[in-house]
């Protein structure tokens, strides 16, 4: 079955002529079909007493008085790890995130914990030795399963 075309009519195909038809990739399956029009892009207007191109000694000024980039400092590098504590120290750190909550400050667990690491690094050795006097030792290794 052959299909005349003429300049009112559409484009038709049979069965036929799409099935022999080079094979399709499958992008150019999903892609609608695109016109080859190329439009340039309009000139801009100038007048008699406007040069054409007056940007270009503002763009080397400009580049003159930018100040060099500073480069943003590097993100630090995470660790991850576990440990062991007594549970009635680990139900500490829910009770200093509630106070925090009523401070108007929420706060995670690895805050607090930073935060903690932050105060006994600014205290004299003295008053670090005593801390740690305070802290009961614990046997290391995961606990056993009851």
Not at 8 to 25: C, D, Y
């Amino acid at each position: 079955m052959s299909t005349v075309v003429t300049p009112q009519s559409p484009v038709k195909t049979t069965r036929a002529a799409v099935n022999t038809a080079a094979p399709l990739t499958s992008t150019a399956r999903k892609l609608p079909a695109q016109k080859a029009t190329t439009k340039k892009a309009p000139l801009p207007k100038t007048t008699a007493l406007q040069p054409a191109d007056t940007t270009a000694p503002k763009a080397a000024a400009a580049k003159a008085a930018a100040p060099e980039k500073i480069k943003p400092a590097k993100k630090p590098k995470l660790v991850r790890d576990s440990f062991t504590m007594p549970k009635d120290e680990y139900q500490a750190i829910e009770t200093l995130k509630q106070r925090a909550n009523g401070l108007q400050r929420t706060a995670k667990k690895s805050e607090l914990l930073r935060a903690g690491i932050m105060a006994l690094s600014a205290m004299d050795d003295k008053n670090l030795v005593a801390i740690l006097a305070k802290v009961p030792a614990l046997k290391t290794g995961r606990p056993m399963k009851t």
